[in-house]
T-cell receptor, first 112, second 114 residues
Framework: GQQLNQSPQSMFIQEGEDVSMNCTSSSIFNTWLWYKQDPGEGPVLLIALYKAGELTSNGRLTAQFGITRKDSFLNISASIPSDVGIYFCAGPLTSGTYKYIFGTGTRLKVLA | DSGVTQTPKHLITATGQRVTLRCSPRSGDLSVYWYQQSLDQGLQFLIQYYNGEERAKGNILERFSAQQFPDLHSELNLSSLELGDSALYFC?????????????FGSGTQLSVL
């Protein structure tokens, strides 16, 4: 079935480094949502994107809606230990079924 | 706090049993979504309701069913439970359930089937 692929799967970075991750799909999306999930907790919405090419920031986080509408990118600047967690992209399938599917996730670990 | 309330937070039961998970959406949200997350896995879409009506269905097992009530809260019923049903079950809500929505998630119900 339809899948959103995220890369990298996991990454270790040093505190203070910038982080980049992406999400790709085989079909077009009209909305991209980025979430962060801490262990045992529900995903928390970070950024929502609605137009191709759109660039939106939320503090140290910046996300972009790819111009092909088949991908999206999330950047975290100057990472801190509390950035640890799993980052998911999500979006609604465009087949009219309103199914919001989630990506495979990027697990971020920050070394102090 | 997302404003989405899920109860119970933890549930331990035996194989073959039936359980009900409850979700209250954010105030003003008409749509509810259910997701299953197995250990270290992504979120699998189960089902979506909008204003009491089923709107979209994912890979939900026949042993599972859900409904959304007139007061907009939703329940997910899991029956004939198997060990493999152990997972985190999340509910999310959005305003209208369309394709440009923001989904807000509850803190989940951890189901353990022994």
């Amino acid at each position: 079935g339809q899948q959103l692929n995220q890369s990298p799967q996991s990454m270790f970075i040093q505190e203070g480094e910038d982080v980049s991750m992406n999400c790709t799909s085989s079909s077009i999306f009209n909305t991209w949502l980025w979430y962060k999930q801490d262990p045992g907790e529900g995903p928390v919405l970070l950024i929502a994107l609605y137009k191709a090419g759109e660039l939106t920031s939320n503090g140290r986080l910046t996300a972009q809606f790819g111009i092909t509408r088949k991908d999206s990118f999330l950047n975290i600047s100057a990472s801190i230990p509390s950035d640890v967690g799993i980052y998911f992209c999500a979006g609604p399938l465009t087949s009219g079924t309103y199914k919001y599917i989630f990506g495979t996730g990027t697990r971020l670990k920050v070394l102090a | 706090d997302s404003g989405v309330t899920q109860t119970p937070k933890h549930l331990i039961t035996a194989t073959g049993q039936r359980v009900t998970l409850r979700c209250s959406p954010r105030s003003g949200d008409l749509s509810v979504y259910w997701y299953q997350q197995s250990l270290d896995q992504g979120l699998q879409f189960l089902i979506q309701y909008y204003n009491g009506e089923e709107r979209a269905k994912g890979n939900i097992l026949e042993r599972f069913s859900a409904q959304q009530f007139p007061d907009l809260h939703s329940e997910l019923n899991l029956s004939s439970l198997e060990l493999g049903d152990s997972a985190l079950y999340f509910c999310a809500s959005s305003v209208a359930g369309g394709t440009n929505e923001k989904l807000f998630f509850g803190s989940g119900t951890q189901l353990s089937v022994l």
